[in-house]
């Protein structure tokens, strides 16, 4: 059974940073951090293949967002510089087996955390 279990959220200044963590029970082809404000839909922020190393992430976080991993703690962190207000939103940790397609699709993903939130002040 995946289990993940999102923190790190909060609420920063503009250009502030902050760094989510993900603990996971079991990592899965892709790992990925989505984010969802009110009103909008779920929209994939950053992506990593586990067993690769390799990233993809959102036009709007290229530059400011990193995503990496600690295979060895079961952990996922999205280190986050830069912010904007635009930012603000529930983020989420994912799970899934995708074996082909842009992995920052919601839908490709089976497991997903409760959700941290995350608010930028300008």
């Known amino acids: 059974q995946v289990q993940l279990v999102e923190s790190g959220g909060g609420s920063v200044q503009a250009g502030g940073s902050l760094r989510l963590s993900c603990a996971y029970t079991?990592?899965?082809?892709?790992m990925g951090w989505f984010r969802q404000a009110p009103g909008k839909e779920r929209e994939g922020v950053a992506a990593?293949?586990?067993?690769?190393?390799?990233?993809s992430y959102a036009d709007s976080v290229k530059g400011r967002f990193t995503i990496s991993q600690d295979n060895a703690e079961n952990m996922l962190y999205l280190q986050m510089n830069s912010l904007k207000p635009e930012d603000t939103a529930m983020y989420y940790c994912?799970?899934?087996?995708?074996?082909?397609?842009?992995?920052?699709?919601?839908?490709?993903?089976?497991?997903w955390g409760q959700g941290t939130q995350v608010t930028v002040s300008s």
């Open positions: 994912a799970a899934g087996e995708i074996w082909f397609g842009n992995p920052l699709i919601a839908s490709k993903y089976t497991y």
């Open positions: 079991y990592s899965k082809r892709y």
């Open positions: 990593l293949y586990i067993r690769g190393g390799a990233t």
